[in-house]
């Protein structure tokens, strides 16, 4: 059974940094695109950043530069590093899983994760 476990989040104060990280089980990933989607509060799910098994990387306009995404093949992990925190990031964050960067942008991964909440408060 395949599962992507997410830990990490937590409370932070604005301008504070956190680093969630992503742990794949079941399968060897190393070969998907891995990313981030996050979904605030009354809000849709939106997608956040991937990286590929070569590290190519994409992320969402309202991060760049404050983000950065990793991935550890031998460990089937992926981290999102987040710096410069704003209550706007307060989110629950998940981790995906799945053929291309398309499929991440467009919210349809093969797996989710459970979530993480990171939350951003003054």
């Known amino acids: 059974q395949v599962q992507l476990v997410e830990s990490g989040g937590g409370l932070v104060q604005i301008g504070g940094s956190l680093r969630p990280s992503c742990a794949a089980s079941?399968?060897?990933?190393?070969?998907?695109?891995l990313g981030w989607s996050r979904r605030a509060p009354g809000k849709e799910r939106e997608y956040v950043a991937a990286?590929?098994?070569?590290?190519?990387?994409d992320y969402v306009e309202s991060v760049k530069g404050r983000v950065t995404i990793s991935r550890d093949n031998a460990k089937n992990t992926v981290y999102l590093q987040m710096n410069s925190l704003k209550p706007e990031d307060t989110a629950v964050y998940y981790c995906?899983?799945?053929?291309?960067?398309?499929?991440?942008?467009?919210?349809?991964?093969?797996?989710w994760g459970q979530g993480t909440q990171v939350t951003v408060s003054s």
């Open positions: 079941g399968r060897t990933f190393s070969t998907y695109v």
């Open positions: 995906a899983a799945g053929g291309s960067f398309q499929l991440l942008l467009q919210q349809s991964p093969y797996y």
């Open positions: 990286i590929s098994w070569a590290g190519g990387t």
